[in-house]
């Protein structure tokens, strides 16, 4: 089945159509999912009589998602996706039903962690599947693709879990999506059986699982942390920053704080990419509604538009393959530090906030440019013995930095303003992120990737 041999292959050939279609539900239904429980967590928590504990079914998603996402690249390199991609979609659907039907906030929890681990088990897995399934020139698309598997649930998500909950009950906001997604791993199936064995060869890199279990507490504990920050809160960000330190030696290649030619400073410029946007994306909306009066609908609008950017410029990039994706990089890094820089000028009460949409727009296309072409580059610049582990770190990378940079915000906010009069907080806040991105455009520039 694989066609790695071929120069080049559309996605919806006919010995691929079934894979892609699979692929593109997995990922649609997650989207959805993810984007709609946030709307229906209100109705959720008050059925449930859980208000008090609002941020944990977040919190387990994510801690639970982290330490699949490390797992299952090790996975991957030791047996193949194809058992890995049984497992994911298995946890997955476990935990809509789980959550679908749950009695109780202990329920709903449990449900959320199967959720979880069988999210990011199936992403690190997709990714590895993508390099068997489709040749090399073929992959720029299969990755636009998935990108644009996140557009349609972030416009029409939340509204559509809103209606649902408000119809039907928030519980069919889980239980709707279930049998989507059994036919999206049944999809696969053909493509997973017919799969080569995986090369055999030692595995070098020891402490995974602990290193896992770490990033699991330690992420999720800086996030907790970044959105709720104070005093009581700082011990909680400490002990998670003391059980990441030591854990990313072991799950982000060697060298990747430092930017070190090749594969680590392809991963870094993950991190700096996803730090750069998702920290000034967290504070847009807020903007939006205390300084210009929007309500909270319109304040989404620039996040929708942001999405239709990053979707058109990921089914551009795929349509252009022999465009070196290092200079597709770049040219990401360059344009999302112009439309952060020009985001300050959404923020003061006599700021312009119809720029908003505008400059949203000109941050997702530059994402859409850059994050399909570093998972290629990623992929290829990893021997086959690394493909999992390296998929995993870019998945790592991407939320620390967003967990850190939405953390800063965070603090700017609560120390230099408030949630009513955000504008002290939000301008810095986006000048740094901008500055993060000129970052990111500078390192790549002088450290083009090689083969490793």
């Given at each position: 089945m694989t066609v790695t041999d071929t120069p080049s292959r559309s996605l919806w050939h006919a010995d691929t159509r079934a894979t892609t279609v699979g692929m593109l539900l997995l990922i649609t239904i997650a989207a959805f999912e993810h984007l709609g429980v946030s709307t229906a967590m209100p109705r959720m928590l008050a059925d449930l009589d859980g208000g008090e504990y609002y941020s944990w079914p977040f919190t387990a998603f994510l801690a639970a998602s982290v330490m699949a996402t490390v797992l299952s690249g090790r996975a991957c390199d030791r047996v193949g996706p194809g058992p890995v991609l049984y497992v994911g979609p298995a946890l997955f659907l476990a935990g809509l039903l789980v959550a679908g039907t749950a009695d109780g906030m202990a329920t709903l929890l449990v449900g959320r962690v199967l959720q979880g681990l069988g999210l990011g088990t199936e992403i690190v897995a997709v990714y590895v599947l993508v390099a068997l399934i489709y040749p090399e020139r073929s992959r720029p698309a299969a990755f636009g693709l998935l990108a644009a598997a996140w557009v349609v649930p972030s416009i029409v998500g939340p509204t559509l879990a809103g209606l649902v909950t408000e119809r039907l009950g928030w519980r069919w906001v889980f239980l709707g999506l279930a049998p989507l997604a059994l036919l999206g791993a049944i999809l696969l199936v053909p493509a997973l059986r017919s799969l080569p064995a995986p090369t055999k060869a030692p595995s070098t890199r020891r402490g995974l699982p602990l290193a896992a279990v770490a990033a699991g507490l330690g992420i999720p504990a800086v996030s907790w942390a970044a959105q709720h920050p104070s005093l009581g809160t700082l011990w909680l960000a400490v002990a998670g920053v003391a059980l990441l330190v030591p854990a990313l030696r072991t799950l982000l290649p060697k060298g990747t704080l430092t930017a070190r030619r090749g594969l680590p400073s392809a991963v870094l410029a993950r991190g700096l990419l996803a730090g750069a946007f998702f920290g000034v994306e967290a504070f847009l909306p807020l903007t939006l509604t205390s300084v210009h009066g929007y309500?909270?609908?319109?304040?989404?609008?620039?996040?929708?538009?942001?999405?239709?950017?990053?979707?058109?410029?990921?089914?551009?990039?795929?349509?252009?393959?022999?465009?070196?994706?290092?200079?597709?990089?770049?040219?990401?890094?360059?344009?999302?530090?112009?439309?952060?820089?020009?985001?300050?000028?959404?923020?003061?009460?006599?700021?312009?906030?119809?720029?908003?949409?505008?400059?949203?727009?000109?941050?997702?296309?530059?994402?859409?440019?850059?994050?399909?072409?570093?998972?290629?580059?990623?992929?290829?610049?990893?021997?086959?013995?690394?493909?999992?582990?390296?998929?995993?770190?870019?998945?790592?990378?991407?939320?620390?930095?967003?967990?850190?940079?939405?953390?800063?915000?965070?603090?700017?906010?609560?120390?230099?303003?408030?949630?009513?009069?955000?504008?002290?907080?939000?301008?810095?806040?986006?000048?740094?992120?901008?500055?993060?991105?000129?970052?990111?455009?500078?390192?790549?520039?002088?450290?083009?990737?090689?083969?490793?």
């Open positions: 309500s909270p609908a319109m304040a989404g609008l620039p996040l929708t538009l942001g999405a239709l950017g990053w979707s058109a410029a990921s089914h551009w990039q795929g349509r252009h393959p022999d465009i070196a994706r290092t200079t597709l990089i770049r040219w990401g890094f360059a344009i999302l530090a112009v439309g952060l820089a020009a985001t300050v000028f959404v923020a003061p009460s006599w700021g312009f906030d119809w720029l908003a949409a505008v400059v949203w727009i000109v941050c997702g296309v530059g994402m859409g440019l850059s994050f399909p072409s570093i998972n290629v580059l990623v992929l290829g610049i990893s021997s086959e013995q690394e493909r999992g582990f390296n998929s995993s770190a870019v998945q790592v990378a991407d939320m620390l930095f967003s967990a850190a940079c939405v953390g800063f915000g965070g603090v700017l906010l609560v120390s230099l303003a408030s949630a009513a009069a955000p504008a002290a907080a939000v301008i810095p806040l986006n000048l740094v992120m901008a500055g993060v991105a000129v970052v990111g455009f500078v390192l790549f520039s002088r450290r083009e990737p090689k083969p490793v």
